[in-house]
């Protein structure tokens, strides 16, 4: 290794700056990434989707190489190290959130479980957007993480896709994707040569009509204004149409007769984002002589449909005539895909396209796939009960839960070595491949020094992620604190403005003498939709607050508030292994099922949380005594809902505690440091409505982090003991489950049949 290295940079390690040490890896690494490419046998899966949200690529790959530790020895020796090395790499900016770190996470589980599995997506220049606080507000640049050295690389293939009746050229780029000890796939992401940066101005502005400019310069264009809204149809259309003639020439190419097309690929789709991949890949099969009726069987039989949200107004639904303009060639189709529908049932909310001239992309993906999977068991249940129950009516063979997971490799192996090695001096490193093996720590539970020796890595790693934040923010925070972190995309349902709440209460019990049993930090990562403007305001609200309270000696003894700037892959990797209390708070029934949780468990943390989304079935592998569960039941508020006669300002008026929390958001002491409009709005919009009910949970939420903070400070073993449990409860979390769930229920990859006398052959 250590030849290679200084072969390819022409000089000793030593005398290398990390820019070229860098390229050199990147060039190590790809050469091994490709001895591991193999040939596709039977079914190959194709993962649509808009977002992968892959995260820094090097250390990671190294990992799932085999050769980390050696770099890492290398490097080492010449004075370097990897850590730094890291800060160097830009993180790639192609998703937002969950839906998008879980596509990141599934394409590593499908290598390392050697499945053939490629993800298809965009390559967007800016990505996200970047995010800064200024004035205690969120303000967004640009982030133009595609400068530099590329892991992607051009492929020089391009796809015709026709928009708005006018030729384009989609190129095709590849990067690698390795397992661990795996084998080597690919993520697939498309892109015009025609896009410009240069026509963005003022932050993230740009003409959204210049659509051969701007068409992938960003993750979802804001689309508050119909052009935005047209524009998120081009992007998509552009994805699934390069995406569906790609995936028919490779098919082509190993022998596949479009009639056995399901075969040879199955088609996951991620969310309603890629739906139009059904009516395009019947255009296409229409274009190759397949008639409408077989080539929607087909279609029916390759695609499968993943729903991540049971929001209704998250749900797509594009006038016709957007889709008229944008992709004409495809109304045709979906047209006659309704009539197909229709002829069926005259039930208005199974039709396709209502009477409003809506299409709705999700009836479509549950009428024309063969699967409809929800992302967790809680979840699965209220698609099929309430949500979705018409379909399932229709339809109850197509419907199946796959639970969420994550992968170990970069949220354990790769973001908590400390962690990872002593698990390993307990229990071997069986678990690095199989994750139930966790289970075995479960035997050290009273292991006095065990405990002892986990929690000094948890301080270690508290430590470490408050000097990375202050080199990057210059906050220091306090390690023997109770870190309590909510990191999460901001959004209503997931509450944030409850912590915040709970935050405004402490500070008053504080001031009244009632001392909480130790000092809370409480960490928040979320970048707000930018014209989502409650969301915004959440985030003014928690900084304005984060000053008020730092700026009271007597309270900021107690409490300490910060905000991770552009919360990131990168950002999680620091903040998760130093976490106490993970936070989970969103409103039952709402959080479809929530992947950060599972990683800060794995990581050693105890989850406050509603008995939500995954939540649910992280209480069932920890056991209630090992979880801090509070708030109303996804029943209960589904009935509420139900009634319709929840009343936000009744609580407020009835709760003297909750009242002065409320007040306190536009009261004296914060309009000294904040904005009064965005305040004012904000009080208005939880007293007015608090459409996610956080006022009925604010007690329950009061009680048991309270609770959760008391164990931490006076019972330190209880609480190390149920660190311990959570890391060995969360073997069921990890996605190789999830992935090989998804693989016996859905896609079979590799199991067809030979159809045709043509040889196998790799088809790169
Ligand atoms: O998908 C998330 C859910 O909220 C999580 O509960 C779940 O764990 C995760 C993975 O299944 N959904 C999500 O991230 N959605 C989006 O980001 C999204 C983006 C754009 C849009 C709708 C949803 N139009």
Known sequence: MKARLEALCKKSIAECSYEEIYRALMTIVKEESKAREKAVKGRKLYYISAEFLIGKLLSNNLINLGIYDEVDGLLKESGKSLAELEEIEPEPSLGNGGLGRLAACFLDSLATLDLPGDGVGLMYHCGLFRQNFRNHCQNETPDYWLDGAQWAEDTGKTYEVSLAGKEYEARLYRLDVTGYDGRTNKLNLFDLDTVDEGIISEGIQFDKTEIDKNLTLFLYPDDSDDEGRKLRIYQQYLMV????????????????????LADYAAIQINDTHPSMVIPELI????????????????????????????????????????????????????????????????????????????????????????????????????????????????????????????????????????????????????????????????????????????????TANKKKFSDWLF???????????????????????????????????????????????????????????????????????????????????????????????????????????????????????????????????????????????????????????????????????????????YCAREWYETDPNLRRAVDFIDGELMLSEGDEGSLRSLKNELVGKDWFQTF?????????????????????????????????????????????????????LGETEEVSGIEEEAVR
């Open 283 to 458: 255009r296409l099969l229409g274009e190759k002589g397949i008639a409408f009726e077989e080539a929607a069987e087909i279609v029916t039989k390759t695609c499968a449909y993943t729903n991540h949200t049971i929001l209704a107004e998250a749900l797509e639904k594009w006038p016709e005539s957007y889709l008229e303009e944008v992709v004409p060639q495809l109304m045709p189709v979906i047209r006659k895909l309704d009539e197909a529908v229709k002829e069926k049932t005259d039930r208005e909310d199974l039709a396709i396209i209502d009477k409003g001239h809506l299409v709705h992309m999700a009836n479509m993906d549950i009428h024309f796939t063969h699967s409809t999977n929800g992302v967790a068991a809680l979840h699965t249940e209220i698609l099929k009960e309430s949500e979705l129950n018409q379909f399932y009516q229709l339809y109850p063979e197509k419907f199946n839960n796959k639970t969420n997971g994550i992968t170990f490799r970069r949220w354990l192996l790769s973001c908590n070595h400390e962690l990872t090695e002593y698990i390993e001096s307990l229990i071997g490193p069986g678990f690095k491949k199989d994750a139930s093996e966790l289970k075995k720590l479960a035997a050290y539970g009273d292991d006095q020094k065990v405990l002892k020796r986990l929690m000094e890595i948890k």
């Open 696 to 748: 009925p949970d604010f007690n329950a939420y009061v009680v048991r982090k309270n609770q959760a903070v008391t164990d931490y400070a006076v019972n330190p073993e209880k609480w190390a003991k149920m660190a311990l449990l959570n890391i060995s409860g969360a073997g069921y979390f990890s996605s190789d489950r999830t992935i090989a769930e998804y693989n016996e229920d859905i896609w079979h």
């Open 471 to 645: 080199k990057k923010q210059g906050v220091a925070l306090k390690p023997d604190s109770i870190f309590s972190i909510q990191s999460k995309r901001l959004h209503e349902y997931k509450r944030q403005q409850l912590n915040l709440l709970y935050l405004i209460h402490q500070y008053f019990e504080i001031k009244n003498g009632h001392l909480p049993a130790a000092p809370i930090t409480a960490v928040f990562g979320a970048k707000a939709a930018p014209a989502y403007i409650t969301a915004k305001n959440i985030i003014h609200a928690l900084l304005t607050l984060s000053k008020v309270v730092e700026k009271d000696p007597e309270v900021s003894k107690w409490i300490q508030i910060v905000l991770v700037e552009n919360y990131n892959v990168t950002a999680a990797e620091k903040m998760i292994p130093a976490c106490d209390l993970s936070e989970q708070i969103s409103l039952a029934s709402k959080e479809a099922s929530g992947t950060g949780n599972m990683k800060f468990m794995l990581n050693g943390a105890v989850t406050l949380g509603t008995m939500d989304g995954a939540n649910v079935e992280i209480a069932d592998c920890v056991g209630g005594e090992n979880i801090y569960i509070f708030g109303q039941s996804s029943r209960q508020v589904i009935r509420l809902y139900e009634k319709g006669d």
């Open 241 to 260: 149409s390069a995406g569906a003639q790609m995936i028919l020439e490779e098919c082509e190419k190993r022998g596949c007769k479009l009639h056995d």
